[in-house]
C-alpha cells in the first residue's frame, strides 16, 4: 500500500497552460514536501509545508497543505518547457519519522 | 563541492559479488537515508540513521546493509548481489523538513 497517492502519474501540456498535481494519503503528516528531479539527478527541494492549510507560493508555483495534514496540491501557472520534470512528493507521517515519497507526477511540457 | 557525494557514480557488476556504495555529506546533519529508484515505483526506503549509533530498516531492507562510519559517511552494501538490485540508488541527508540528495549511483548487476 502506497502512503502517499500522487496524481496524475503522467502529464504532457503545451507551454502557457495552468496545471495541478495532487498529493493523497489517509495518514497525518507532521510535514510535506516538494521535489523536482531531472534526469540522471538526485530530488531537488522546491518546499516544505508544515501547517494545516498553509499556502506557500515559488514564482508560477503555488503549494498548499491541506487542513488536516493528509493532503497536498502543487498547482503551475502558465507552464515552461523549464518546467519539465519528476515532481515527487514526500513527507513524516506523524506516527514514525520514515521521510515517504510517492511514485511522482512526471510532467512534459511542449514548446 | 556537492552537499552530498555519492560514489562510485556508475557500477556494474556480476551477481554475487559484494558491493560497497559509499555516501558523505557536508550539511552537518544527523539524519541519513539510502533509497532505490525503479521506474514507476519511485523512491523508496532501504535503511535510515538519526546519528552514528542509531540504524533502522527501510520498506526494503532485505538484502542490503549499511555502516554510519561518522555523522557524515553512512554506505550501503549489497553482500551478493542479484539482478533485480538494478537500480538508481540515492543517498540523502537533512532534517525533519527538508532533505538533500546526491546525484546517485547507477548500479548494474549481471
Known amino acids: 500500500t502506497q502512503l502517499l497517492e500522487q496524481s496524475p502519474q503522467f502529464l504532457s501540456i503545451q507551454e502557457g497552460e495552468n496545471l495541478t498535481v495532487y498529493c493523497n494519503s489517509s495518514s497525518v503528516f507532521s510535514s510535506l514536501q516538494w521535489y523536482r528531479q531531472e534526469p540522471g539527478e538526485g530530488p531537488v527541494l522546491l518546499v516544505t509545508?508544515?501547517?494545516?492549510?498553509e499556502v506557500k507560493k515559488l514564482k508560477r508555483l503555488t503549494f498548499q497543505f491541506g487542513d488536516a495534514r493528509k493532503d497536498s496540491s502543487l498547482h503551475i501557472t502558465a507552464a515552461q518547457p523549464g518546467d519539465t520534470g519528476l515532481y515527487l512528493c514526500?513527507?513524516?507521517?506523524?506516527?514514525?519519522?520514515?521521510?515517504?515519497f510517492g511514485k511522482g507526477t512526471l510532467l512534459t511540457v511542449n514548446p | 563541492d556537492a552537499d552530498v557525494t555519492q560514489t562510485p557514480r556508475n557500477r556494474i557488476t556480476k551477481t554475487g559479488k559484494r558491493i560497497m556504495l559509499e555516501c558523505s555529506q557536508t550539511k552537518g546533519h544527523d539524519r541519513m537515508y539510502w533509497y532505490r529508484q525503479d521506474p514507476g515505483l519511485g523512491l523508496r526506503l532501504i535503511y535510515y540513521?538519526?546519528?552514528?549509533?542509531?540504524?533502522n530498516k527501510g520498506e526494503i531492507s532485505d538484502g542490503y546493509s549499511v555502516s554510519r562510519q561518522a555523522q557524515a559517511k553512512f554506505s550501503l552494501s549489497l553482500e551478493s548481489a542479484i539482478p533485480n538490485q538494478t537500480a538508481l540508488y540515492f543517498c540523502?541527508?537533512?532534517?525533519?523538513?527538508?532533505?538533500?540528495f546526491g546525484q546517485g549511483t547507477r548500479l548494474t548487476v549481471v
Open positions: 540523502a541527508t537533512g532534517t525533519r523538513t527538508e532533505a538533500f
Open positions: 509545508v508544515v501547517t494545516g492549510g
Open positions: 540513521s538519526f546519528d552514528v549509533k542509531d540504524i
Open positions: 514526500a513527507g513524516l507521517p506523524s506516527s514514525n519519522y520514515k521521510l515517504t
